[in-house]
């Protein structure tokens, strides 16, 4: 009984903002580090951002620091990216997903998540 759902996807054009978000049905969310990944037809799946669950420490893969802002509401079970100054490249389907504290492995690894969520269209015109 673990389900993640992203919404807050569209069509916008480059230079402009969009805000995810990700509402999680876990009984103990707060001990969750949440990140999001991105994948684009054909190519892999690749890391976005990340925070932690004890600290609220975030990490952001390099074409999207700057940019983007990853933050939570544990009150909510609910993780956001707020995605700023967007560009043609951040087209993708956007994945939420969810780490339980204590497992092991390194946060841009898709196999470090125990959840995933069915993902968002972003599409960002030129």
């Known amino acids: 009984q673990v389900q993640l759902v992203e919404s807050g996807g569209g069509l916008v054009q480059a230079g402009g903002s969009l805000r995810l978000s990700c509402a999680a049905s876990?009984?103990?969310?707060?001990?969750?580090?949440m990140g999001w990944f991105r994948q684009v037809p054909g190519k892999e799946r690749e890391f976005v951002a990340r925070?932690?669950?004890?600290?609220?420490?975030?990490n952001y893969a390099d074409s999207v620091k700057g940019r983007f802002t990853i933050s939570r509401d544990n009150a909510k079970n609910t993780v956001y990216l707020q995605m700023n100054s967007l560009k043609p490249e951040d087209t993708a389907v956007y994945y939420c997903?969810?780490?339980?504290?204590?497992?092991?492995?390194?946060?841009?690894?898709?196999?470090?998540?125990?959840?995933w969520g069915q993902g968002t269209q972003v599409t960002v015109s030129s």
């Open positions: 997903a969810a780490a339980q504290a204590g497992r092991s492995g390194p946060y841009v690894r898709e196999s470090t998540y125990n959840y």
């Open positions: 876990i009984r103990t969310f707060s001990s969750y580090s």
């Open positions: 925070i932690t669950w004890r600290s609220g420490i975030t």
